[in-house]
């Protein structure tokens, strides 16, 4: 993707927010299955009338994560506050804000606007973070989600999500006869459009995590292919022409490969093949269904579901092929497994009791934990920093369909992503560029 902005420099009294965190007085540690969420004020950004849409959405995007607790605007007791100075840390001390934001956006001589912050720690009396950035006016959304990731970072230790984007399936029309398009969003549900025409139908997306790039199903022509689709020139091609159909691709982590499954009469298995070369290899032999590939973060190991044992359950083994063991052993059956980008993880849908169910697990199958339940759940995705999952949920009836939500670690943080119509088969990016 083209750089729309330019990084200028840290203001002068801000420090890299590692060296700040540890002499800061904020202590939050995000690893813990139970985050208290962090009590920050976020002041409005003075200057051009844009101004109030940006803070709006680092507000949006910081409470939205689960991990701070905005306080109103109706308790502060400093209203206002010259971007070059300090604030009276004693007023933000009396509400109980451990950290405070303020800014602005300005209107540069060439036409760009210029958007700038300062995040302040208020019982260390000191500057967290404080950056600037020139940008094109049509980009001040992505400067508030940039904004905010600085922010998440310097606050949590950890990088940021919001400056990412989804892909999907948009499905429109009744339930016995949808249109499904691929579409793209920024990951708070913005700036939606489509990338396929909904001639044909549309299956599995998955982002590049190298590039601004995807692999999907189609059925163009009646027959299920595999696609890389360039998102930003529109270039499409096929990934390989197999005698069967192939299905549930995904990139490897250097995005060099493509793993998938192929059908060959009743049984499926794993291939991969090299995208400079187009040579595939074959991963597993067996006369089940082998398929939903995942690679851990290093490409060392991939995970799949297979019911080679009598049912679908959750298997790793070597990136390279080689004896599959099995890391499900819970009741019910498992199915679209998912390594998370922090390797320590795998996301999964299970199906047990009449529901579905999204949860994860360590990547040896042990502390299994459900996070959310319900009638149709499915297709989880990480977000890129492994702290966030994506998923779809179905509701019943003819008149139902997927809508996309979205869930913490912690599971009691979930929401639903705002959508023009139905939507499903959601697929997080790496952080933008």
């Given at each position: 993707?083209?750089?729309?902005?330019?990084?200028?420099?840290?203001?002068?009294?801000?420090?890299?927010?590692?060296?700040?965190?540890?002499?800061?007085?904020?202590?939050?540690?995000?690893?813990?299955?139970?985050?208290?969420?962090?009590?920050?004020?976020?002041?409005?950004?003075?200057?051009?009338?844009?101004?109030?849409?940006?803070?709006?959405?680092?507000?949006?995007?910081?409470?939205?994560?689960?991990?701070?607790?905005?306080?109103?605007?109706?308790?502060?007791?400093?209203?206002?506050?010259?971007?070059?100075?300090?604030?009276?840390?004693?007023?933000?001390?009396?509400?109980?804000?451990?950290?405070?934001?303020?800014?602005?956006?300005?209107?540069?001589?060439?036409?760009?606007?210029?958007?700038?912050?300062?995040?302040?720690?208020?019982?260390?009396?000191?500057?967290?973070?404080?950056?600037?950035?020139?940008?094109?006016?049509?980009?001040?959304?992505?400067?508030?989600?940039?904004?905010?990731?600085?922010?998440?970072?310097?606050?949590?230790?950890?990088?940021?999500?919001?400056?990412?984007?989804?892909?999907?399936?948009?499905?429109?029309?009744?339930?016995?006869?949808?249109?499904?398009?691929?579409?793209?969003?920024?990951?708070?549900?913005?700036?939606?459009?489509?990338?396929?025409?909904?001639?044909?139908?549309?299956?599995?997306?998955?982002f590049s995590p190298t590039r601004q790039e995807i692999t999907y199903m189609s059925f163009e022509g009646g027959q299920p292919r595999v696609y890389l689709l360039q998102i930003e020139t529109g270039q499409r091609e096929v990934v390989g022409n197999f005698p069967g159909m192939t299905f549930s691709p995904r990139f490897s982590p250097d995005g060099q490969k493509v793993i998938m499954s192929l059908q060959q009469g009743g049984n499926a298995n794993i291939y991969t093949m090299d995208l400079r070369s187009r040579n595939?290899?074959?991963?597993?032999?067996?006369?089940?269904?082998?398929?939903?590939?995942?690679?851990?973060?290093?490409?060392?190991?991939?995970?799949?579901?297979?019911?080679?044992?009598?049912?679908?359950?959750?298997?790793?083994?070597?990136?390279?092929?080689?004896?599959?063991?099995?890391?499900?052993?819970?009741?019910?059956?498992?199915?679209?497994?998912?390594?998370?980008?922090?390797?320590?993880?795998?996301?999964?849908?299970?199906?047990?009791?009449?529901?579905?169910?999204?949860?994860?697990?360590?990547?040896?199958?042990?502390?299994?934990?459900?996070?959310?339940?319900?009638?149709?759940?499915?297709?989880?995705?990480?977000?890129?920093?492994?702290?966030?999952?994506?998923?779809?949920?179905?509701?019943?009836?003819?008149?139902?369909?997927?809508?996309?939500?979205?869930?913490?670690?912690?599971?009691?943080?979930?929401?639903?992503?705002?959508?023009?119509?139905?939507?499903?088969?959601?697929?997080?990016?790496?952080?933008?560029?």
């Amino acid at each position: 993707m083209n750089r729309f902005f330019l990084r200028l420099s840290a203001l002068c009294v801000a420090f890299l927010a590692a060296v700040n965190i540890a002499h800061a007085r904020i202590e939050f540690d995000i690893t813990k299955g139970n985050v208290e969420p962090l009590p920050m004020a976020i002041m409005d950004f003075k200057g051009d009338p844009v101004a109030a849409q940006v803070v709006q959405v680092i507000r949006d995007n910081l409470r939205n994560s689960g991990l701070f607790n905005l306080i109103d605007k109706a308790a502060f007791l400093q209203n206002d506050l010259d971007f070059n100075t300090p604030p009276k840390y004693e007023d933000w001390r009396s509400i109980n804000a451990q950290a405070l934001v303020n800014g602005q956006v300005t209107k540069l001589p060439d036409g760009k606007l210029r958007a700038e912050f300062r995040l302040w720690d208020i019982f260390g009396a000191s500057q967290l973070a404080g950056e600037r950035y020139d940008i094109q006016p049509e980009f001040w959304r992505r400067s508030a989600h940039i904004i905010s990731d600085k922010i998440y970072e310097a606050l949590t230790g950890e990088k940021g999500y919001f400056d990412t984007r989804v892909v999907f399936v948009d499905e429109t029309g009744p339930k016995d006869k949808r249109v499904k398009r691929l579409a793209i969003m920024d990951q708070d549900g913005a700036n939606v459009r489509t990338l396929t025409r909904g001639s044909d139908l549309v299956l599995t997306p998955r982002f590049s995590p190298t590039r601004q790039e995807i692999t999907y199903m189609s059925f163009e022509g009646g027959q299920p292919r595999v696609y890389l689709l360039q998102i930003e020139t529109g270039q499409r091609e096929v990934v390989g022409n197999f005698p069967g159909m192939t299905f549930s691709p995904r990139f490897s982590p250097d995005g060099q490969k493509v793993i998938m499954s192929l059908q060959q009469g009743g049984n499926a298995n794993i291939y991969t093949m090299d995208l400079r070369s187009r040579n595939t290899t074959r991963l597993t032999n067996s006369s089940a269904i082998d398929t939903a590939p995942s690679y851990s973060p290093d490409g060392s190991q991939v995970v799949f579901e297979s019911d080679r044992g009598g049912r679908q359950q959750l298997y790793v083994m070597p990136a390279s092929g080689g004896e599959p063991r099995r890391i499900s052993f819970g009741n019910g059956r498992y199915s679209t497994p998912v390594w998370s980008p922090r390797g320590d993880l795998i996301a999964f849908t299970k199906q047990a009791g009449g529901q579905f169910l999204i949860g994860v697990m360590n990547a040896d199958g042990s502390g299994e934990r459900i996070l959310t339940e319900g009638f149709h759940n499915e297709g989880p995705t990480w977000a890129p920093n492994g702290r966030v999952l994506m998923f779809f949920r179905e509701t019943r009836g003819a008149g139902g369909g997927p809508k996309l939500y979205s869930i913490d670690l912690t599971g009691k943080n979930e929401r639903q992503i705002p959508t023009p119509a139905f939507a499903s088969d959601p697929a997080w990016s790496p952080l933008l560029d």
